[in-house]
């Protein structure tokens, strides 16, 4: 199985100020066609989880542009360009490159 | 608009079998990934396996006790989890995958609490 390692699991965030979460993979998500479908999710407090970012750096029909996705091979990151209080919540990294899909560990949002 | 709604007992007793139902409104079953993902109580998510028109896929470490089935005429798809224990308390999100991208649509989630 592929594991998915997140950092930090706990951010404090000023409102306003950028956000940055890094994910690992212990295994290259590079597929032999080249694609590479790492996937980002957020939860907020009391919700499903909500699609954000796909294949690396392609944002979901509807997320807001200040969310980012960068990375290649095992290492990936999503930024938020400037916190707003509706970002709280968990995000999580996870692939759907092969069977099993695995899940980092969630990376908690709050605002400071 | 796609929509999933999850539907089955909040309270399973130990060693008995949690079934869960996940119905579809608003779009087709057909080249999806018909997926169930739980979350322990303040806990992170666990992918339990997946269910498409040429077959399934399950978690290894749940595969021994996990059974899917898909029923297009009804546009739902259905969880079985036998031999249940108190670890398997947790939410139940049935959830669309898209090959290749991710889980696009969620149900809201339910609780099945596994207590005597």
């Known amino acids: 199985d592929i594991v998915m390692t997140q950092t930090p699991l706990f951010s404090p965030v000023t409102l306003g100020q950028p956000a940055s979460i890094s994910c690992r993979s212990s295994?290259?998500?590079?597929?032999?066609?080249?694609?590479?479908?790492l996937t980002w999710l957020q939860q907020r407090p009391g919700q499903p989880p909500r699609l954000l970012i796909y294949d690396i750096s392609k944002r979901f029909s509807g997320v807001p542009d200040r969310f980012s996705g960068s990375g290649a091979g095992t290492d990936f990151t999503l930024r938020i360009s400037r916190l707003e209080a509706e970002d709280v919540g968990t995000y999580y990294c996870?692939?759907?490159?092969?069977?099993?899909?695995?899940f980092g560990q969630g990376t908690k949002l709050e605002i400071k | 608009q796609v929509q999933l709604q999850e539907s089955g007992p909040g309270l399973v007793k130990p060693s008995e079998t949690l079934s869960l139902t996940c119905a579809l409104s608003g779009g087709s079953m057909n080249g999806y990934y018909w997926s169930w993902i739980r979350q322990p109580p303040g806990k992170g998510l666990e992918w339990i396996g997946c269910i498409y028109h040429t077959g399934s896929n399950y978690n290894p470490s749940l595969k021994s006790r996990v059974t899917m089935s898909l029923d297009t005429s009804k546009s739902q798809f259905s969880l079985e989890l036998n031999s249940v224990t108190a670890a398997d308390t947790a939410v139940y999100y049935c959830a669309r995958v898209v090959p290749g991208t991710g889980p696009d649509y969620w149900g809201q989630g339910t609780l099945v609490t596994v207590s005597s």
């Open positions: 295994h290259s998500l590079v597929l032999s066609n080249g694609n590479t479908h």
């Open positions: 996870t692939h759907v490159t092969q069977f099993p899909y695995t």
